[in-house]
């Protein structure tokens, strides 16, 4: 059973330009959850899919962020005219029906320059 | 508001010493989760153990070991003995079981522990 995983796990860009990650989940996870960690921070919530649908999405996504997760396998999370400010890890985690526990990818890090 | 304290940034000790680290919550719901999480300096977040609201038995898993006390909101973690591959940023974190933050994981800001030879 392969757990979580992200990629690209490194990214760089120029500000302005657009990206895109990519989260595999563990198999039949159902839940999806992006969050954002920024330096001696603790991750931060972004948003969160069960299946297909997107439930929740933090005040944090601004509108230049969207995230998809079709046929609710994989899914993508899509940061256009990027900002230095979006320089952070992108983490992805997994979790199943009814379970409580959420397992993590090893990240995106994205550095905006 | 934070939901989760963890007061400690840092915390230094050589090796075989025992270490404590702090989380303290805060929540309205009846029905909650805690955790903690272990991230390397690979930055990959590693779980370790997961609590319910109505367990307030301490737990032990090896090295490691759990102390949850409602009454002052605290779910402190111990690691016995510790050795250099423990040293890394431990997080503490609370899922709440109300309707609109169902899953959602509120993380402390972590304690790095630094274990030296």
């Known amino acids: 059973d392969t757990g979580v995983s992200q990629d690209p796990r490194h990214k760089i860009t120029k500000r302005g330009q657009n990206v895109t990650f990519r989260c595999d989940p563990i198999?039949?996870?159902?839940?999806l959850y992006w969050y954002r960690q920024t330096l001696g921070q603790g991750p931060e919530f972004l948003t969160y899919f069960q299946n297909e649908a997107q439930l929740e999405k933090s005040r944090l996504l601004s509108d230049r962020f969207s995230a998809e997760r079709p046929k609710g396998s994989f899914s993508t999370l899509e940061i256009q005219r990027t900002e230095q400010g979006d320089s952070a890890m992108y983490l992805c985690a997994s979790s199943g029906a009814g379970a409580w526990s959420q397992y993590f990818g090893p990240g995106t890090r994205l550095l905006v320059l | 508001a934070q939901k989760v304290t963890q007061a400690q940034t840092e915390i230094s000790v050589v090796e075989k010493e025992d270490v404590t680290l702090d989380c303290v919550y805060e929540t309205r719901d009846t029905t909650y989760y805690l955790f903690w999480y272990k991230q390397p300096p690979s930055g990959e977040l590693v779980f370790l153990i997961r609590?319910?609201?109505?367990?307030?038995q301490n737990e032990i898993s090896g090295r490691y070991s759990w102390n949850f006390q409602k009454s002052t909101s605290s779910f402190n973690f111990t690691i016995t003995a510790s050795q250099v591959v423990d040293s890394a940023v431990y997080f503490c974190a609370l899922s709440e079981a109300s309707t609109d933050s169902w899953g959602k994981l509120q993380f402390g800001a972590g304690t790095q522990v630094v274990v030296t030879p």
């Open positions: 198999s039949e996870h159902n839940r």
């Open positions: 609590r319910n609201s109505f367990d307030e």
